[in-house]
Nanobody, 124 residues
Framework: QVQLVESGGGLVQTGGSLRLSCAASRRTVSSYGVGWFRQAPGKERDFVAAIDWTGGLTYYADSVKGRFTISRDNAKNTVYLQMNSLKPEDTAVYYC?????????????????WGQGTQVTVSS
């Protein structure tokens, strides 16, 4: 069983930055694709970014492209989401997820392992 734990969320003003971390309990995650998703109250869980197992391929939602950067450190079993130029519409609970597929995918149903989420609130 793979456990994922997110951290780094919080309250930030518009234009600010946060870095989220997703730590995995098992080294096997280093061979998995990992994605970040977010869910605002009353809305569906949306794709944010994904990274393949090598870290060489990344994929972003249009709404965050150019502002967010996903990266990974397989030696630490950790994936990061650097979020810059934050906007109030970025406010949501952010989840990381892992898939045994080695590629980067935006499909929620392809992820079998999920973290508990971390709240990000951007004030205007």
């Amino acid at each position: 069983q793979v456990q994922l734990v997110e951290s780094g969320g919080g309250l930030v003003q518009t234009g600010g930055s946060l870095r989220l971390s997703c730590a995995a309990s098992r080294r096997t995650v280093s061979s998995y694709g990992v994605g970040w998703f977010r869910q605002a109250p009353g809305k569906e869980r949306d794709f944010v970014a994904a990274i393949d197992w090598t870290g060489g391929l990344t994929y972003y939602a249009d709404s965050v492209k150019g502002r967010f950067t996903i990266s990974r450190d397989n030696a630490k079993n950790t994936v990061y989401l650097q979020m810059n130029s934050l906007k109030p519409e970025d406010t949501a609970v952010y989840y990381c997820a892992a898939t045994r597929r080695r590629g980067a995918t935006s499909r929620v149903d392809e992820y079998g392992y999920w973290g508990q989420g971390t709240q990000v609130t951007v004030s205007s």
